[in-house]
């Protein structure tokens, strides 16, 4: 085991660092992190879309099915990457949810979850307006970039702790890690 000046560094400071050396060849290791960076900024991706549908159906009353379907999309993304995620977290911290190092990012996640699950049932059970369906969506939407942002710290996080050493965390499929949490 070697060690590393950037945990000598957060231990003076008073953080622990956010990977002990063997999760961080966990995280390495596991094809998980490579599930993770994939997903990441793909459901980014088809969130910005229905970000744009939802919010012209809110402009302009047109466009409801395309953006009903695309909040569908993105809630059946953010579940895959949720489980995918706690998949990731096992492999690299043994626990399915809310290791230490992700336990705040885990936490919020939980509410974006509930939102978007929220949503579903809304519109499952035909519950409000369409209008009033689509803001439930903005305030899931409003708490996923809350969550993204506190996994993109950590990514910066996790990327200062592996400057400085061999196996750093600046390869793509390492650093991705810090965003699946």
Known sequence: MRHDPSDANRAQNGASPLYTPEQRRRRDA?????VQGILAPVQFLVFLISLTLVLRYLATGDGADAATLSIVVKTVT??????TGSIWEKVVFDKWLF???????????????ALHSAYLIALVGGYGSERGRMLLALAAYASYIINAAQFLLKLRAAR?????????SSSP????AAVAG
């Open 30 to 34: 596991t094809r998980w992190t490579l």
């Open 78 to 83: 953010l579940y895959t990457i949720m489980i």
């Open 99 to 113: 290791a230490e190092s992700f336990f705040w990012e885990d936490v919020f996640s939980m509410l974006v979850l």
């Open 160 to 168: 200062l702790q592996g400057s400085g050493t061999p196996s750093s």
């Open 173 to 176: 499929m390492s650093v991705t």
